[in-house]
Nanobody, 122 residues
Framework: VQLQASGGGLVQAGGSLRLSCAASSRTFTSYAMAWFRQAPGKEREFVAAISRNYNTYYADSVKGRFTISRDNAKNTVYLQMNSLKPEDTAVYYC?????????????????WGQGTLVTVSS
C-alpha cells in the first residue's frame, strides 16, 4: 500500500490542523493505521493509532487534544490536532500494518508515508 500524507503547515500555539493520509490499497479496511512524528534531533515517536475495528490509541502527550479517525470509503485516515503546542512541532508520518501485537511500536508498521511538516509557533 502507498500512503500520501498532507495537511501540515505553520500554525500558532493554540491553533488547529487536520492531517490526512490517503492510501492506495483497495484493501484499506484490512489495515490498522497510525500517526508517528519525529522532531529535529529526536527519535520517531508514536502519536495515535486506529484499528480495523475503529479502536483508537493515543500517546499521553496528545490525549484529549488529538483525534484519529478513518473513512474507509475514501481510503483515508485523519489526525485532527487541536490546542497545538510548540512541542508538537515535528514531521508527521502516517503508517499502516495488516497485523501485529502493539499499535504503538513503529517497527510493527510495514508501510509509511513521506511525512508532512507541522510547525507550531509560540
Amino acid at each position: 500500500v502507498q500512503l500520501q500524507a498532507s495537511g501540515g503547515g505553520l500554525v500558532q500555539a493554540g491553533g488547529s490542523l487536520r492531517l490526512s493520509c490517503a492510501a492506495s490499497s483497495r484493501t484499506f479496511t484490512s489495515y490498522a493505521m497510525a500517526w508517528f512524528r519525529q522532531a529535529p534531533g529526536k527519535e520517531r515517536e508514536f502519536v495515535a493509532a486506529i484499528s480495523r475495528n475503529y479502536n483508537t490509541y493515543y500517546a499521553d502527550s496528545v490525549k484529549g487534544r488529538f483525534t484519529i479517525s478513518r473513512d474507509n470509503a475514501k481510503n483515508t485516515v485523519y489526525l485532527q490536532m487541536n490546542s497545538l503546542k510548540p512541542e508538537d512541532t515535528a514531521v508527521y508520518y502516517c503508517a499502516a500494518r495488516m497485523s501485529g501485537v502493539s499499535f504503538t511500536r513503529a517497527a510493527e508498521y510495514g508501510y509509511w508515508g513521506q511525512g508532512t511538516l507541522v510547525t507550531v509557533s509560540s
